[in-house]
Each structure stands twice: as structure tokens, then as C-alpha cells.
DNA sequence: CCGGAGTTCTGAATCGATACAGACAACGCT
DNA sequence: AGCGTTGTCTGTATCGATTCAGAACTCCGG
């Protein structure tokens, strides 16, 4: 006895269109896949049997099991959609590696997160795809692992690898120094900075440097240590760079952080931002409070996102390639599916880009 | 002869496990889908066996195959992501598609666009899903074509369906028709609008009453037509009533588009733009030409996403219930993926949310 | 000690395709 | 005529799991 189909409704198949014609289906699935292995009037009456009786071609899960490829890739990201995609950083990326897959006619199957951290590990045990993306994950996220776990290809955007694994970075540390550097150059003594979240508690206000230290998101940790550096040496010491630390990288948090840093004591004549998003609410916050940036108050954000250049004042941002690295981190994650070996660790360029948000402090 | 593996390396199976510990490949499968029919000892050995071989888990596409249920629903979005996510509206949209498919342990398959159009039509052809959603497209999109040759279960989000098609929609026209009472009750004569895409040829400028008669894109389409409704009764007859197109729903476009109407003749003293987006961009040419508002104009946007309440001055918009819109296209989805027949077209209310945006003109 | 009721586990068909190794015919060449 | 090519098409093993019908075993009351 044939058991229940899941469907019970009867689709054709491959064998349907191969019955009709009086063919084998190994003839109709070269139709589909080998137009070169028969002849193209065969073809022709292939094609339009399936037209007839409204075969859709060879069914995907079918194909991707046999042929060992689904022509997807899962990518894991932080958060839910709604805030994931609230940082035109992610999506800009995320279009960079889109535009990689789509030449390859590999499409993303997303995996949100959950609040505050990424996706459930039974999303990704069940997610068909080829390889898998991670983007920002914390470097302990349970979803990650899962993906580990996999043991499918897997490229790891902006968390350092482990032994073996491949992963897209960018120079966050030399960005953030060169901030630092243009600041003290500039004659800033009271630095402060807003960060976006360092762990996974989705905390809201002051981080201090054991925090920094403890956090499992590399990317604002690097950053804020980097900054410190410059500051340290020039005998602003770490007291006087207070950190406020944002639950959520979005525009709004950034204007309340940088509210709260600005009724510090003394005000900090510089606010560094360690996303444009961030600097954009702070560009606010300087508003409600009345001060003229950069006369009084000097601003930088970080990745130069399309945002930034359209600012009032332009802003000051350290520029990472952001289409560039998403590219790449689909071009690596391809070649790694298709058995090629890429190599490891592609560590991109930053560049301080300086606009109108810093000058010097009254 | 073995044909060669698709890839070499040889993973586990089920069959690996089972022989293993000497027992079918049907109780390995029962460990993991079904712990009640077999005994809880076994299933322990069984999971050790497993994670002692790194075996992931039965393999999701095969998984996929046998059960005609992949647990992935592919989204059809109109251009590509760095476009389509600019808008947050689509992105809480999504975000509520994902939430109402995550409790189902049920992914997204993002298929974006190409320049101005849907998913190419082989993407969607090689989807492994198990329905599609098609969010904004033009009625006549190739790649809707695609996914409906699929014969999967289908919603379509802000398009009205064909017969027998499930949709989710908003009441656009009512919404639109109330933005225009609203302005008219204020006093306005000298009306505009801002709209976005009207034709998949990314043509940026005036849009004649033709142009928008012709439009595929269903939800601006229906929105300038109630809203030029009032007008008309009112006595202010079309021609005082210029549209602009934007290529793309941004603020950057919003803003263009705008300051083109500003330098009309007569200056509108209200400017209607079909998104929260391009009202803000909207307001950006506003404070460009150094016009206050709402006193030298109104301004007014649709959605009610985040920003607009948090804009200066906050908009005057109409609020959509855009999370509320995916969840239910994520609902209808599930219950056809399951063989549910969940009703056939819903449509959700649209409020005029008055704020500080508007105003009577001078 | 037998029959029936539970448990626990196995056998084998099946999902829908792909891809290799031929079979077969027609053809050109020496 | 014999032989190697080419060009078409088919047979069949296989991808890795799920699922149902029933086998084997245990337990129990009568």
C-alpha cells in the first residue's frame, strides 16, 4: 500500500510528462538540464507537453538532493528583522553578498535572530541551503554553533574565525584609531563614545572598560579599545572617555545616548559614534541641546553609510566597504560550496573620511 | 557503479547511525521526529551514537522530499535589497511576516529583484519552498508569472488577487481620500504629490493623469486616485494638482521631488507624498528652501512607520498596520501551506493620524 | 497455558529527480 | 565489408530521509 501522500493533490512529475510522451525520464529531465544530449525537436515536444499539463520543471527539494545543492545559502543574523535592518550598514552588506549569490542563481534564506541575539538553533538545523553566512553574531551565539554543527560551508562576517574557518573582516581597529588620532589632532580632551550593544542583555546605559572588555561582539569591542589607544598615550586617560552603551543601533538610541553623554560633567566636546546611525542621533541630540556642531560639539559616526554624506553638518566617518565586503563574503562562501578553497581571513580597508561634523573645540 | 557524490566527503546518515548500533534506519528517524515510539533508553543511545559521529541531524532536504514540506516560504520583493530595504516600511512589513512564520519554525527566502522589476523568474522557478509571498510588485511582473507557474500556495501583499488568489491589502483609498479632506478642510487649493514608482522604467519626474491610469503598481495607483477624488468635487480640477514620480522611495528622492513642486507655479502650500520617506525627504526641501512648517507648508506621508512621529515636526500620516499586514500574509500563507483555506482577501484599515506636520496654509 | 493488549522495533515502498554506462542506429572512411 | 564515430535515447542505481503495516516480544488476567 502506497502510504498517504503529504499532498494528496497529484502534481506531474517528471515520470507524467516522460508517460505522455512515451519517453524515458531521463529524456525529460535532460530537456531540462542537457539540451545538448537530444535532439532539439524532441526537445520542443518535451517543453510543450510539460507546458500542457502545467509542469512546473524538475521539483527543487527533488533536484537539490540529488544533485547534492539547493542553490541557497542561510544567513544568520542579529535581532529581528525590524532591527537588523534598521542599520543600513546590514543592509547595504547584506545587498553585497545578494548581488554575489544572485549570479550564481543562489538565493538567502534568512534566519532572524531572536530578541537580542541570533536565530534558534532548530531554524538552522532545518534550514536547507549549501553554506551559511553570519553576520555580527556574538562569537558564543547557540545559533552559530548550530551552524557549526552543520558542518556545511560557512563564512563568518565580521567575527574573527577559528582554526580553519573563513571569515570577512574589516580593519575596525585602524578606523577607530584614526578617529581617536584626528580628535586629539584637533585638540580634544573630552572624548565620549556611543556604542551599540555589547552583549546579549540588551542593556542601556554607561559601559564600563569591563564590559568593553568582556564583550563577545568583536566588531564595537576592537573599535573601542582601538579608540582608547590614542587617547591613553596622550594622557587622556580612561576616565575621561566615558561610553554609553545603546540596546538597540538605531537613530533614536543614538539621540538618547548622546543626550545623556552631553549632560556629563565636563560635556564632552567630541562624541564618537561607532555607527552612522548612531551619529545621526547624535546630530539630534546636539540640536535639542542647542549646540552648533561642529563649533560645539564635534561628531564622527563609523562605516559611511549613504546617509552620512546627505547629513547636516556631512558627517565624519570611517569608511568601510561595506557592498564590497558582502560580495566577497558571498564570493568566498560560493567557492567553498563548489569545493574550491579560498583563503582564510579577507581583512578589508578602512578610511577616515572627514566631512563637516569635526573641528576643532571652541 | 556508483555514480560519483555530488560531494565527496561522506557525511553521515541515518543509515550510518543505524549501523552503528545495529539497529533500522527507522527508529534512528523515530529518535528524532518521533520519541514516543521507541523507548527513551534507546533514543539516548541513539542521540549519543549521533553526536559521537557528528551527524547533524537527518538531512533537511531529504527531509523536505519525503515530507513535501520544507519549512522555507520564498519572498518576492521588487528591486534589489539596498532599494527595497531602504523603505522601513517594508521592512516592518517583513518583520512581521518572519514573526508570525518563526513560531512555526519556518524561514524566509529572500528572491530579490533585479533594477526596477521582481525576482528573475529562474530564481523563483529553483525556490525549494513550500509558498511564496509577493510583497509590492507590479501586477504584470515576470517574475509573479514565475511563482504562480509553481501552482505553491501564494499571498500576494498590497496587489489584489486574480480569482481564487489570497491577498492582504490596506484600504489605500480610504487613507488617501482622508489626507485629502483633511488638507481641504484646512484650505489648501495648491495641492501636490510625491509618489514613488508608478512603472517598472524607473522614470523620475511629472506623471501625468495617463501615467498613473497605466500604473501597475497597484497601491500608488490607487492612493492618488482617491486622493485626487475630493479635489475634483472641491472644484480644484487636476490641473492643480502635479504629481512627481521618484525613481525610488527614498528620502534622498523625496526630497528632489519635492523641491521640483516648490518651484512650481503656483507654490503648493500642501504637499502629499505617498511614503513617510519621501515626507521626510520631503520636509529635508522644506527647510532647504527655508519655508516653515506647517505655516509656509504641509506636509503629509503615509505608513506611519517609526520615523514619522519622531520627525520635526512630526507627520501628519496615515497609519497602516504595516506589522500587522505581514503577520497575517504570514498566516494565510501557513494556513494554505498546511491545506487550511484561510478567507480570500483581506483588507486592513488605514487611520488618518493628524500631527504637527500640517496645518491652513497662510 | 492461552489469547489479547501494549510496547518496541523493523522492512520496504516511496518522495522526485540526476547521471552514469550502455544500447541502438546511422554515418563516414578506408 | 568492416570498423570506429557520433548522436540519441534508455535503464537503473542513487541522493537521505519518512511512514505505515506488521513482526516480535512482554505482560497479564483468566
Known amino acids: 500500500m502506497t502510504p498517504a501522500r503529504p499532498d494528496s493533490r497529484d502534481r506531474p512529475t517528471l515520470e507524467t510528462i516522460a508517460r505522455q510522451l512515451g519517453v524515458s525520464r531521463a529524456t525529460v529531465s535532460n530537456a531540462y538540464n542537457r539540451p545538448d544530449q537530444l535532439s532539439g525537436a524532441l526537445r520542443e515536444r518535451v517543453l510543450a507537453a510539460a507546458a500542457e499539463l502545467g509542469y512546473p520543471g524538475p521539483d527543487p527539494a527533488a533536484r537539490g538532493l540529488r544533485r547534492g545543492r539547493v542553490g541557497a545559502v542561510g544567513v544568520l543574523i542579529c535581532d529581528q528583522l525590524s532591527y537588523a535592518f534598521t542599520d543600513p550598514a546590514a543592509v547595504v552588506t547584506l545587498d553585497g553578498l545578494a548581488s554575489a549569490l544572485e549570479g550564481e542563481g543562489t538565493g538567502l534564506l534568512l534566519l532572524p535572530g531572536v530578541e537580542g541575539g541570533g536565530p534558534s538553533p532548530d531554524l538552522v538545523r532545518s534550514a536547507v541551503v549549501d553554506g551559511f553566512v553570519s553576520y555580527g553574531l556574538a562569537a558564543d551565539d547557540p545559533g552559530l554553533a548550530a551552524a557549526r554543527a552543520r558542518s556545511l560551508p560557512l563564512v563568518l562576517v565580521d567575527h574573527p574565525a577559528r582554526r580553519g574557518e573563513v571569515s570577512v573582516t574589516v580593519d575596525d581597529a585602524g578606523g577607530a584609531r584614526a578617529v581617536g588620532e584626528l580628535l586629539l589632532a584637533l585638540g580634544h580632551r573630552h572624548i565620549a563614545a556611543v556604542s551599540f550593544e555589547l552583549g546579549l542583555d540588551r542593556r542601556s546605559g ?74 545621526l542621533g547624535a546630530l539630534d541630540a546636539a540640536a535639542d541641546a542647542g549646540l552648533d556642531v561642529p563649533g560645539d560639539l564635534s561628531v564622527t559616526g563609523f562605516d559611511d553609510t549613504p546617509a552620512a554624506v546627505l547629513a547636516r553638518p556631512p558627517l565624519t566617518t570611517v569608511r568601510q566597504p561595506l557592498h564590497r565586503k558582502g560580495e566577497v563574503a558571498g564570493r568566498r562562501l560560493l567557492d567553498l560550496v563548489a569545493g574550491r578553497r579560498p583563503a582564510r581571513v579577507r581583512r578589508l580597508p578602512t578610511e577616515l573620511v572627514a566631512r563637516g561634523s569635526t573641528g576643532p573645540p571652541r
Chains 1, 2 share one sequence.
Open 206 to 279: 554607561p559601559a564600563d572598560s569591563a564590559r568593553v572588555a568582556a564583550s563577545t561582539f568583536v566588531a564595537p569591542r576592537e573599535r573601542l579599545v582601538a579608540l582608547a589607544r590614542p587617547f591613553e598615550r596622550a594622557g587622556a586617560g580612561a576616565a575621561s572617555f566615558p561610553i554609553w552603551e545603546c540596546a538597540h543601533n538605531g537613530r533614536h538610541d543614538g539621540r538618547e545616548g548622546a543626550t545623556a553623554l552631553l549632560a556629563g560633567n565636563p560635556r564632552p566636546t567630541a562624541i564618537v559614534a561607532l555607527s552612522d546611525e548612531l551619529a
